[in-house]
């Protein structure tokens, strides 16, 4: 069955090479009126959260919004299967760094740097292109496919072009066999941590939020530099990003002052344009006192259990 998935899937990318980018906008407003009218895709979810996120709006201004996140989710649907078959200037012209020379500096130095992403705009594309308008080596952490055919196509498709997959579960021996060389490790760092009870929490878009911990660990362990990478869409089907430096240093600073920098900067771009993030993500399941009681008797059973 994985076998037929992955030629389904290399058709599918076969056949988009062939449509030109109006025609795709086309079949995404298609889908645009399948996910929002006909199938209501996550609707509650994500109307729920956008309540939540500006309670002063009118539900009239939150439904223009949600409206507006699910074209953004539909052309970045169609946008990153046809970002397969684009070739490389096409692509670097469809997705620019405004200041990619903000990080030679580093590589100067032969330093690594950490640039945390979310999922804002089309972040797909940065996997494909960013590697090619930097200097530093590029790893980009993700969480692997259950495919092994098409996940084994997609990690040899980056690396073509410079982006080296690395799997989520290898963050740790990565920067550990990467610490020598000047490496650019891409981590987005929006998504619900997997481990909530050592999450970070911080007051986000109105709501109690877990945040991970990861980039920031990584940061200070190795005294690495941390950037943002904001994604901006120009108009259908082209972006820029512009870097933003959020610390030079790291290995000094308070704990979760990285990441409530990065969350900071995160909440203002979303509040700018904020039909742009990804709101059909479940990301506030949990709230800080039932993590922190989970906490609790989790400390009590080890301390049991010591005794």
């Given at each position: 069955?994985?076998?037929?998935?992955?030629?389904?899937?290399?058709?599918?990318?076969?056949?988009?090479?062939?449509?030109?980018?109006?025609?795709?906008?086309?079949?995404?407003?298609?889908?645009?009126?399948?996910?929002?009218?006909?199938?209501?895709?996550?609707?509650?979810?994500?109307?729920?959260?956008?309540?939540?996120?500006?309670?002063?709006?009118?539900?009239?201004?939150?439904?223009?919004?949600?409206?507006?996140?699910?074209?953004?989710?539909?052309?970045?649907?169609?946008?990153?299967?046809?970002?397969?078959?684009?070739?490389?200037?096409?692509?670097?012209?469809?997705?620019?760094?405004?200041?990619?020379?903000?990080?030679?500096?580093?590589?100067?130095?032969?330093?690594?740097?950490?640039?945390?992403?979310?999922?804002?705009?089309?972040?797909?594309?940065?996997?494909?292109?960013?590697?090619?308008?930097?200097?530093?080596?590029?790893?980009?952490?993700?969480?692997?496919?259950?495919?092994?055919?098409?996940?084994?196509?997609?990690?040899?498709?980056?690396?073509?072009?410079?982006?080296?997959?690395?799997?989520?579960?290898?963050?740790?021996?990565?920067?550990?066999?990467?610490?020598?060389?000047?490496?650019?490790?891409?981590?987005?760092?929006?998504?619900?941590?997997?481990?909530?009870?050592?999450?970070?929490?911080?007051?986000?878009?109105?709501?109690?939020?877990?945040?991970?911990?990861?980039?920031?660990?990584?940061?200070?362990?190795?005294?690495?530099?941390?950037?943002?990478?904001?994604?901006?869409?120009?108009?259908?089907?082209?972006?820029t990003v512009e870097i933003i430096e959020l610390f030079e240093n790291s290995a000094n600073k308070e704990d979760s002052e990285i990441t409530r920098k990065f969350m900071g900067v995160l909440e203002k771009i979303i509040k700018e344009n904020p039909s742009d993030w990804l709101w059909t993500h479940k990301r506030w399941k949990k709230n800080r006192s039932e993590i922190e009681a989970q906490r609790q008797r989790q400390l009590a059973?080890?301390?049991?259990?010591?005794?």
């Amino acid at each position: 069955m994985q076998l037929i998935g992955y030629y389904l899937f290399r058709l599918t990318v076969l056949i988009f090479k062939t449509i030109p980018f109006p025609v795709l906008y086309f079949f995404s407003d298609l889908i645009f009126v399948v996910f929002y009218y006909l199938t209501g895709y996550r609707k509650k979810v994500v109307l729920g959260n956008l309540k939540k996120s500006f309670p002063n709006l009118s539900n009239k201004e939150i439904k223009k919004i949600s409206k507006q996140s699910y074209k953004n989710l539909s052309d970045i649907t169609l946008e990153s299967l046809k970002g397969f078959s684009l070739s490389k200037n096409e692509l670097v012209k469809r997705y620019k760094v405004l200041n990619a020379e903000v990080l030679d500096k580093y590589y100067k130095k032969g330093k690594s740097v950490i640039a945390v992403g979310s999922h804002y705009a089309n972040w797909e594309w940065g996997v494909l292109c960013l590697s090619l308008q930097f200097k530093h080596s590029s790893i980009g952490f993700y969480k692997p496919i259950t495919n092994k055919y098409i996940d084994s196509y997609i990690r040899k498709s980056r690396a073509a072009w410079g982006m080296n997959l690395a799997s989520i579960k290898r963050t740790n021996q990565v920067f550990e066999e990467n610490k020598e060389k000047a490496s650019l490790y891409f981590m987005v760092a929006d998504q619900s941590p997997s481990n909530i009870v050592s999450a970070y929490w911080f007051d986000f878009l109105n709501q109690d939020t877990a945040c991970l911990h990861g980039p920031e660990n990584y940061a200070k362990q190795y005294n690495l530099p941390v950037i943002y990478a904001k994604v901006k869409r120009e108009k259908r089907g082209f972006y820029t990003v512009e870097i933003i430096e959020l610390f030079e240093n790291s290995a000094n600073k308070e704990d979760s002052e990285i990441t409530r920098k990065f969350m900071g900067v995160l909440e203002k771009i979303i509040k700018e344009n904020p039909s742009d993030w990804l709101w059909t993500h479940k990301r506030w399941k949990k709230n800080r006192s039932e993590i922190e009681a989970q906490r609790q008797r989790q400390l009590a059973k080890k301390q049991s259990v010591n005794q």
